[in-house]
Antibody, heavy 118, light 106 residues
Framework: EVQLVESGGGLVQPGGSLRLSCAGS????????MTWVRQAPGKGPEWVAN????????FYVDSVRGRFTISRDNAKNSLFLQMNNLRAEDTATYYC???????????WGQGTLVTVSS | DIQMTQSPSTLSASVGDTVTITCRAS??????LAWYQQKPGKAPKLLIY???NLESGVPSRFSGSESGTEVTLTISSLQPDDFATYYC?????????FGGGTKVAI
């Protein structure tokens, strides 16, 4: 069974940092582009960033560029999102996703909630 | 950026109904459009890709089409399991963008 499991979410103050992780089970991350998608409470999903299999091509949504860094460790079958200088508007459930295409999302994790608040 | 305008935002329907959800893109998508279903507390689930291709395991009562800048998701013979929120997503160009969602409710 394909599983993606996110971790690392929590409550953080504005300006703080968090590092999210996504571990694959029954899913070999190294075969796929991987993506982070977030969803603010009561809102629709928002694509955040994605990364090519070898890590050498990366795209970000403008609102996080320069603050967030997507990375991967294929040896550990894991995906990461380093989030710095967090803002209230970054509050959301963060999902990792991936699959056969780099730009739409076949497999999803269950999500991890990030709350930015003082 | 490509804007996706989804309508309606809420749709009331009954079991057995046929419902249609529409997304209008700010430019042609050339078929690079996916549809997802999301239930409360769960991740979105891919239903359709390339505007009209049914994802494996998705019931055939779901179908998609494209005409110009308008893309449509049709659910025929609505089943109890279909009451959920549906999102379109364009992947013609970055940034990848989603529609605002349509909640299909009883």
């Amino acid at each position: 069974e394909v599983q993606l499991v996110e971790s690392g979410g929590g409550l953080v103050q504005p300006g703080g940092s968090l590092r999210l992780s996504c571990a694959g089970s029954g899913f070999t991350l190294s075969n796929y582009w991987m993506t982070w998608v977030r969803q603010a409470p009561g809102k629709g999903p928002e694509w955040v960033a994605n990364i090519r299999q070898d890590g050498n091509e990366i795209f970000y949504v403008d609102s996080v560029r320069g603050r967030f860094t997507i990375s991967r460790d294929n040896a550990k079958n894991s995906l990461f999102l380093q989030m710095n200088n967090l803002r209230a508007e970054d509050t959301a459930t963060y999902y990792c996703a991936g699959g056969r295409d780099s730009r739409y999302f076949v497999s999803w994790g269950q999500g991890t909630l990030v709350t930015v608040s003082s | 950026d490509i804007q996706m305008t989804q309508s309606p935002s809420t749709l009331s329907a009954s079991v057995g109904d046929t419902v249609t959800i529409t997304c209008r893109a700010s430019q042609s998508l050339s078929g690079y459009l996916a549809w997802y279903q999301q239930k409360p507390g769960k991740a979105p689930k891919l239903l359709i890709y390339k505007a009209s291709n049914l994802e494996s395991g998705v019931p055939s009562r779901f179908s998609g089409s494209e005409s110009g800048t308008e893309v449509t998701l049709t659910i025929s013979s609505l089943q109890p399991d279909d009451f959920a929120t549906y999102y379109c997503q364009q992947y013609k160009s970055y940034p990848l963008t989603f529609g605002g969602g349509t909640k299909v409710a009883i």
